[in-house]
T-cell receptor, first 112, second 114 residues
């Protein structure tokens, strides 16, 4: 699992509430990513980070924000959760100079 | 617009058979093509990957075949085993390494019957 932990692993929340998912890595990797996985869509990139305080948008960034104040933590925030954000969220890391990405165990989020 | 198209959606193979999953891409700037294996409740795990300067890469029972002119690549699983039953995703990316934005296919659910 490349030293990646995600928390919480499961969460149920109500529409309109803010939600923050945490990705924590222990190996000082520079690059971190957030993906969502939905049936019939594969995995889609939400946001990524290429260093502390350096982030950029991915394919499906609307409704999501991210922050990275420390190398080891990459936070994904849903400011006001909607039912369309019910999904499984995966964090990934890659090593500098490498194409390979390694994924965490995922967070299953249900928005009711 | 889907940049990586994967087929079939599902595949059933007998133990010992060959499993073949195909992907096609559109963007000729892609220069890295990985395959991921995912078991239920787990994150995707990198299985094997190829760069476009080679036509084939083999690791154990898993082989990637790459056809640059056709913009297609495929995963072959030889001597398929029940333990190979999982969902497989192809992907593609471009860049200089380290800040890759992977574009995934929609996945193939493989079932290997004993």
């Amino acid at each position: 699992d490349a030293g990646i932990t995600q928390s919480p692993r499961h969460k149920v929340t109500e529409t309109g509430t803010p939600v923050t998912l945490r990705c924590h890595q222990t190996e000082n990797h520079r690059y971190m990513y957030w993906y969502r996985q939905d049936p019939g869509h594969g995995l889609r990139l939400i946001h990524y980070s290429y260093g502390v305080k350096d982030t950029d948008k991915g394919e499906v960034s609307d409704g999501y924000s991210v922050s990275r104040s420390k190398t080891e933590d990459f936070l994904l925030t849903l400011e006001s959760a909607t039912s369309s954000q019910t999904s499984v969220y995966f964090c990934a890391i890659s090593l500098a100079g490498s194409y390979e990405q390694y994924f965490g165990p995922g967070t299953r989020l249900t928005v009711t | 617009q889907q940049q990586v198209k994967q087929s079939p959606q599902s595949l059933i193979v007998q133990k010992g058979g060959i499993s073949i999953i195909n992907c096609a891409y559109e963007n000729t700037a892609f220069d890295y093509f990985p395959w991921y294996q995912q078991f239920p409740g787990k994150g995707p795990a990198l299985l094997i990957a190829i760069r476009p300067d080679v036509s084939e890469k083999k690791e154990g029972r898993f082989t990637i075949s790459f056809n640059k002119s056709a913009k297609q690549f495929s995963l072959h699983i030889m001597d398929s085993q029940p333990g190979d039953s999982a969902t497989y995703f192809c992907a593609a990316s471009m860049g200089q390494g380290g800040s890759e934005k992977l574009v995934f296919g929609k996945g193939t659910k493989l079932t290997v019957n004993p």
